[in-house]
C-alpha cells in the first residue's frame, strides 16, 4: 500500500477512528504478508528478466552497509580533530 493511498484514506478520517485503520497494518500477520508482495514483485521485475540490477543494488546496499558501520568512528576522529584544534595541538 502506497504512501500517498493512506494518506488519501486518513484525510477523510475523525482522530476517533484512526487507531482503528492502522491497527491491522501492524499485525504481525499483516507485515509479513507486505514483505512477501514486496519480495515477489521484486523477483519478478528483476529475477525473472535476468536483469543486473541486483549486482547493483547488493553492492550499493553494501557501500551504504560499510559507511554506516565506520561512521561513529569518523565522528570520533572528526570531534578528536575539532577538541585538539581548539586547544592548540
Known amino acids: 500500500m502506497s504512501l500517498r493511498r493512506i494518506y488519501n484514506e486518513v484525510k477523510g478520517m475523525k482522530v476517533k477512528e484512526l487507531p482503528n485503520y492502522l491497527k491491522p497494518m501492524f499485525s504481525m500477520n499483516y507485515v509479513k504478508q507486505t514483505v512477501q508482495r514486496g519480495l515477489d514483485n521484486y ?31 569518523e565522528r ?13 595541538h
Open 43 to 73: 523477483h519478478a521485475k528483476y529475477i525473472q528478466t535476468s536483469s543486473f540490477d541486483p549486482v547493483y543494488h547488493v553492492c550499493i546496499g553494501g557501500m551504504i552497509f560499510s559507511y554506516l558501520v565506520a561512521l561513529p568512528e
Open 76 to 88: 570520533r576522529h572528526l570531534e578528536h580533530q575539532q577538541h585538539a584544534k581548539e586547544h592548540g
